[in-house]
């Protein structure tokens, strides 16, 4: 297992740039259902069981490294038939909804937008009201902040932040900001998937909301930055074994699961620090415990999560 440290980054990032993830910072093999949505939503968000959620938000995170046309369509067939795209300066999210529902999707790295690079590659903090929290984070929300908080300051459905890698950690500073702002609605909950440390003790305790933070097996990505520096995480773990099962396992126990998963992904020529940051491997795992779900089999729950 690799330790904490702030060497990991560089490591991702000449992944990326020698093709061993695709420009969205996924690995080049593809999984069933990765860019479209599996189900269409007939119902509110907030009635969906809890795995299913999960999946959803999965899915529009992948779907948010896409270009708005195709997004738009996926989200029209899916059941969402507002689909705004907010851009500045690099930093990047998506407004989906319908009727009942608003959903912040934040865009993950891109290895050809240099502001994302530097974004990730800046591991100072910097001084908020709430905490101290990642200086390259906070500024892609602040080139993002003014449109966004403008396009929901009216709004009054029930609100989500979702995203993967980059685009995770830039969804719960945009949660934090949306609940010290004025916008009417609080935020719902935050779904992330190989999110990164956002920012200090106090930073990342200030959120009173559900926060679910998917972390599969050897991902790299939420290792950094190190903890040595002051980072913490937000939100509770949702960890993935190395065979995709949701796992309560800590100490000892996770670090032979890693290194288990480790040596599976070397015997077929992967390296899993990887290309377990795949949003296409986090989809295929959450779809099967979905499926689980559909089929009455039973499917773990954390128990730091109640029941949906």
């Known amino acids: 297992m690799l330790p904490d440290s702030e060497s990991h980054l560089p490591e991702f990032q ?33 009635q969906l069981s809890w795995i299913k959620k999960s999946l959803l938000f999965a899915q529009l995170s992948r779907l948010s490294y896409a270009n708005p046309e195709p997004v738009e369509k996926k989200a029209y067939e899916a059941g969402l038939d507002e689909c705004i795209f907010v851009a500045r300066d690099g930093a990047e999210a ?14 993950g790295t891109e290895p050809n937008q240099w502001n994302d690079i530097r974004a990730d590659a800046n591991a100072w903090t910097v001084s908020t009201d709430v905490g101290r929290v ?8 602040n080139e993002l902040w003014p449109k966004l908080e403008q396009l929901l300051k009216e709004n009054q459905r029930t609100l989500w932040f979702a995203g993967h890698s980059l685009g995770g950690a830039m969804a719960a500073v945009c949660a934090v900001r949306c609940k010290i702002s004025s916008i009417p609605s609080n935020p719902a909950a935050i779904f992330t998937y190989g999110a990164p440390r956002v920012g200090n003790r106090s930073y990342a ?7 679910y933070r998917w972390v599969n097996n050897n991902d790299i990505v939420p290792r950094v930055p190190p903890r040595w520096l002051g980072y ?6 949702i960890y993935l074994n190395r065979r995709g099962k949701i796992s309560s396992l800590r100490s000892w126990f996770r670090v032979r699961d890693r290194f288990r998963g480790l040596l599976a992904s070397l015997r077929v020529g992967k390296l899993d620090y990887f290309s377990d940051h795949s949003m296409v491997e986090y989809i295929k795992h959450i779809h099967n415990i979905h499926d689980d779900e559909l089929n009455g089999l039973p499917v773990k729950t954390p128990s730091h999560i109640p029941a949906e």
Do not use: W
């Open 14 to 46: 000449n992944a990326l740039q020698e093709g061993q993830l695709e420009p969205n910072g996924e690995s080049a093999s593809k999984g069933p259902g990765a860019q479209k949505i599996s189900f269409v939503l007939d119902k509110p968000v907030s």
């Open 94 to 107: 998506y407004i989906l909804g319908n009727r009942t529902d608003c959903m912040v999707i934040c865009r």
């Open 134 to 141: 990642h200086s390259g984070f906070h500024s892609e929300v």
């Open 205 to 211: 305790s200030v959120l009173k909301i559900k926060h």
């Open 232 to 237: 913490r995480h937000m939100g509770q773990e």
